[in-house]
């Protein structure tokens, strides 16, 4: 019974999982920049296209 006991109350563990979420959290917020970084430079490129290929676009 005690040993039961000490392994509900061990905290030893607690870290290990709370550094895991941390991490994923943090590796969340990257996936999301990294796509919305990948749409605004596809957006630029194909802006910057559109200006070699018709230089009188509205958008250059």
Known sequence: MNTLRELIFEEDGAAAAEYALILAII????????????????TAITDAATCVANPSAANC
């Open 27 to 42: 590796g969340s917020a990257i996936a999301v920049a990294a796509v919305l970084l990948g749409t605004n430079i596809g």
